[in-house]
């Protein structure tokens, strides 16, 4: 079976059944799975073949010290440079899988099994892989590309509701990054529409992989374009520093919602528009409004690692489907967001 799209001439991204798909992707390898208790009970059938690593579930377990662990076990069993690490999960687990399988033996093949929408449209698509330091998101942390992507969305029907929201904020952020057919598409959906209408969510699970595997292809270490991948992340990995109420996909829609708000005081994006993002969110059902102050959330921004000689390059829309990275000194960060320094 061919891929439904390539990331930098060797990462196969499949949007297609994963019981069919992945004995095929496998055949002939020694597999070790990393995956949770959780997945390993709902597609037991699908990993039965194979030798299992169960790990939490998680931010708090995207840890060097997970990372430990799951070696040490890779070692007990004896695992080489011929085996095959392959995460089933959503985007913690395939980020320290691809972040282990990048360092075991200075670095051994992996693919991806996605389970979740957040992880299908974002974080298996791309090779980041990482784990979290102190509090502070992929603070350590390589480019690294999967031999495969498998994204069933036949597996999201597990999924919680709000893990599902979640999942809805990339695809808006991809949207408005690349797609504004798509975005259309949203304007007219509900949440319940995308939920159990089957070929409206497997488009746009394909219209965000898209966006990103393109991007991805011209600048895979984010030297320039792949930061526009970052729209809302700034703001959102700020917020999931300052608080636990929110999920990632919640403070990405956040995130978002804020930097239309700033695009717009910037003279950069249309009121109209930037009433078109929020509406979008909003009628899916996401937060639009920070969960704390945001003094606070600019000074965790001034620490964001993605930060470069004083500045951050903030991602701001200029209308549905363009997007621009704008250098920023820190300094002018309280001004833009609306805080007294």
């Known amino acids: 079976m061919n891929p439904d799209f390539t990331v930098r001439s060797s990462s196969r991204v499949y949007i297609a ?85 990048s360092i075991y033996m200075r670095g051994i093949r992996f693919g991806f099994v996605s389970t979740t929408l957040l992880g299908q449209v974002d974080a298996s698509v791309g090779g980041k892989n990482g784990v979290n330091l102190d509090g502070y998101k992929n603070m350590v942390g390589c480019f690294t590309q999967p031999e495969f992507v498998v994204c069933d969305p036949a597996m999201l029907r597990t999924l919680s509701e709000r893990e599902f929201r979640a999942g809805l904020a990339e695809i808006v952020k991809a949207a408005i990054i690349g797609d504004e ?32 595997a393109e991007i991805v292809e011209r600048d895979e270490r984010e030297a320039g374009e792949r930061r526009l991948l970052n729209l809302g992340h700034t703001l959102a990995h700020a917020i999931e520093k300052s608080s636990p109420q929110l999920i990632h996909g919640e403070a990405v829609a956040v995130g978002t919602a ?35 102050a945001m003094q606070k959330l600019v000074k965790e921004m001034v620490k964001d690692k993605k930060s470069e000689g004083g500045q951050l390059h903030l991602v701001i829309p200029r209308a549905i489907g363009r997007c621009e990275s704008v250098p920023v000194e820190k300094g002018q960060l309280p001004q833009l967001f609306g805080v007294a320094e």
């Open 181 to 212: 057919a798509m975005f259309r598409r949203l304007e007219q959906a509900t949440f319940d529409e995308l939920r159990r209408d089957k070929g409206l969510l497997a488009a746009a699970v394909r219209s965000a992989v898209r966006v990103k």
């Open 17 to 101: 059944s994963a019981m069919e798909l992945l004995p095929h992707l496998v055949a002939e390898k020694r597999v070790v799975v990393i995956t949770d208790a959780t997945i390993d009970r709902l597609y037991g059938e699908l990993l039965a073949p194979y030798e299992k690593i169960l790990i939490g579930r998680g931010e708090t377990i995207k840890t060097l010290q997970t990372v430990e662990q799951i070696i040490r076990q890779l070692v007990a069993l004896g695992a080489d440079r011929k085996t095959l690490l392959l995460a089933v999960g959503g985007g913690i687990i395939s980020d320290i899988t691809g972040f282990v399988a």
């Open 258 to 292: 804020v930097i239309a708000d700033v695009a717009v005081n910037m003279g950069m994006l249309m009121a109209a528009e930037r009433d078109r993002i929020r509406g979008v969110l909003e009628r899916l059902g996401l937060p639009t409004e920070p969960p704390v």
